[in-house]
């Protein structure tokens, strides 16, 4: 009897890998995949590689490396294979592993904002003596684009900072070199006589500004092994905080049309445009037909339409439809129609 009771006993189910899960593992094969490619074809170093596959990820595209040409020691070869091989690569990394990437990043913006706002909390309750839900009641949206703002201006502050000062002058490395005679050990004259890259604080602003908003000329780009080390961490947070920003700009214009649309400010004349059937009072139906199309969410033409439809199934003319009606226009549905002669 036991060793039925065996037999019939289910095998304990495997847990099942998650979702997240599987996309962090593709990811990892997809970055690896691309370092190797970009090494061993294309004869990049790690960090350039690294580099590149960051500015596909984020689309910034500074155009300062060929992606596609084979190095074959010597010299680079365009060929065929290259822009195939890049061309799926991109479509992959746009679909699927810029999602996952820039996902991980927005956590780790999101426990930065939670922090942040959680401080200001404390400050605003101490100094004007307010309870932590009429902190965020009154004060919530402001943190919220507070910090986006504060992040914005520290990844522009960084990128010209770093940039304005590491790389104020130098002769790049591996397939960007500028060339043998450039000197960029022995001071910024002496780079910039011997056709060094320059970077002045103006032109680290110009091309942090470019970068985080993704649009990426190419007129100016990290240079060095360790400014590239750093933009490929630099670019994938800064687009993201960059992103945060626009977004909370835009939520916030939307509030502000939404306070000016505050419907506790209704006037008469407003009132009586609204009371359609000039009863003196407003009707569900009156004022959600009102709030719809103050929000645009629909023109007059479709409310109209609507109204013909809701008309032609009150089939009684008594302003209430009833199942009773709905089968008589049902019925009458089914009606042939007659032709004219």
Not at 79 to 85: H, I, S
Not at 180 to 193: K, M, N, W
Not at 203 to 232: E, H, K, N, W
Request: glycine residues 8%; hydrophobic residues 40%.
């Amino acid at each position: 009897m036991d060793e039925l009771l065996e037999d019939d006993a289910e095998e304990p189910k495997k847990p099942k890998m998650s979702r997240d899960t599987m996309l962090l593992i593709f990811s990892a094969v997809y970055v690896c995949a691309g370092l190797l490619y970009l090494h061993f074809h294309n004869g990049f170093e790690y960090i350039t590689a690294a580099y590149v596959l960051m500015e596909i990820v984020t689309t910034v595209g500074y155009g300062d490396v060929n992606f596609v040409a084979y190095w074959d020691g010597s010299k680079e070869e365009s060929g065929n294979f290259g822009k195939l091989f890049m061309a799926l690569y991109v479509m992959v990394g746009l679909t699927v592993i810029a999602g996952v990437i820039t996902k991980v990043a927005d956590n780790m913006r999101e426990k930065a904002e939670q922090a942040f706002r959680k401080r200001m909390r404390k400050a605003q309750m101490m100094t004007q003596g307010l309870s932590e839900a009429e902190v965020k009641k009154q004060y919530g949206e402001k943190n919220e684009l507070l910090f986006a703002f504060l992040a914005y201006l520290i990844m522009i502050a960084f990128g010209t900072i770093f940039y304005g000062t590491y790389e104020s002058c130098s002769c790049s490395y591996g397939r960007t070199a500028v060339g043998d005679s450039c000197i960029d050990t022995a001071g910024y004259a002496v780079c910039a006589e011997t056709s060094g890259i320059t970077k002045s604080f103006v032109d680290s602003f110009y091309m942090s500004c470019i970068t985080l908003t993704t649009v990426g000329f190419g007129d100016f780009a990290p240079v060095t092994q360790l400014g590239r080390a750093i933009g490929t961490v630099w670019m994938l947070v800064g687009v993201v905080v960059t992103a945060n920003f626009i977004g909370e700009i835009t939520q916030n214009f939307i509030e502000v049309e939404k306070e000016r649309k505050n419907y506790s400010r209704i006037t008469a004349k407003t009132f009586a445009e609204i009371d359609v059937d000039n009863s003196g009072s407003l009707s569900k139906y009156e004022f959600v037909s009102y709030v719809l199309l103050q929000y645009g969410l629909v023109q007059k033409e479709d409310l109209d339409e609507i109204l013909e439809m809701y008309r032609q199934l009150d089939t009684s003319g008594d302003g209430a439809v009833t199942y009773e009606d709905l089968e008589a226009f049902t019925e009458h549905m089914k009606k042939p129609k007659k032709r004219g002669i």
